[in-house]
């Protein structure tokens, strides 16, 4: 199985910073990567999908990039809505693998 | 629009069994594949079970591989996870969700809580 691992496991920044949430997996996968978004006892929110497409009605500052082993979650100027978890996830053929999580945290 | 609405979670012993659903509404059921994804108390996100749009394709994690059944019932939008030789760390949210197209789930249900304690 393909396992999928974030890093950093937790993130500290400000409002207004650029960061990057980086998405490796244990071997080379196509581009049926998605982000998603979870704030307490909500349920995920769909970012990204395809690595790089960006979900409707998610504003513009979240994009995605990558391929092979290595994907981004690029937040390019933080706003106070975007501190949450937020977790990758690769599917194929109908096995879907999701990334332990970030935690982005106000410093 | 979009509505997914789990149920039947609740508090059941170990070795027990446990039915979920998932009613479906506001796009057409039967032309999605549908999954299962539980979240454990302050865990990540972890797949559970997937079925195609007819049914006739399902596929399970492996840690729920022979104790969990999915099913869909298409002329009543409903999703199912028939749960049974539930374990403790069986317990979590479970969360019913939509495969769009390319693996992406695009809709999610609020969740159903699985407690599984004696």
């Known amino acids: 199985d393909i396992q999928m691992t974030q890093s950093p496991s937790t993130l500290s920044a400000s409002v207004g910073d650029r960061v990057t949430i980086t998405c490796r997996a244990s071997q080379s996968i196509t581009s049926l990567l998605a982000w998603y978004q979870q704030k307490p006892g909500k349920a995920p929110k769909l970012l990204i999908y395809?690595?790089?497409s960006l979900e409707s009605g998610v504003p513009s500052r979240f994009s995605g990039s990558g391929s092979g082993t290595e994907f981004t979650l690029t937040i390019s100027s933080l706003q106070p809505d975007d501190f949450a978890t937020y977790y990758c996830q690769h599917y194929d053929a109908y096995f879907y693998s999701f990334g332990q999580g970030t935690k982005l945290e106000i410093k | 629009e979009v509505h997914l609405v789990e149920s039947g979670g609740g508090l059941v012993q170990p070795g027990g069994s446990l039915r979920l659903s998932c009613a479906a509404s506001g796009f057409t059921f039967s032309s999605y594949s549908m999954l299962w994804v539980r979240q454990a108390p302050g865990k990540g996100l972890e797949y559970v079970s997937v079925?195609?749009?007819?049914?006739?394709?399902?596929y399970y994690a492996n840690s729920v591989k022979g104790r969990f059944t999915i099913s869909r019932d298409n002329s009543n939008n409903t999703l199912y996870l028939q749960m049974g030789s539930l374990r403790a760390d069986d317990t979590a949210v479970y969360y019913c969700?939509?495969?769009?197209?390319?693996?992406?789930?695009?809709?999610w249900g609020q969740g159903t809580l699985v407690t599984v304690s004696s």
């Open positions: 079925i195609s749009s007819n049914g006739v394709y399902t």
């Open positions: 969700a939509r495969d769009r197209r390319y693996g992406e789930a695009d809709y």
């Open positions: 395809k690595a790089s």
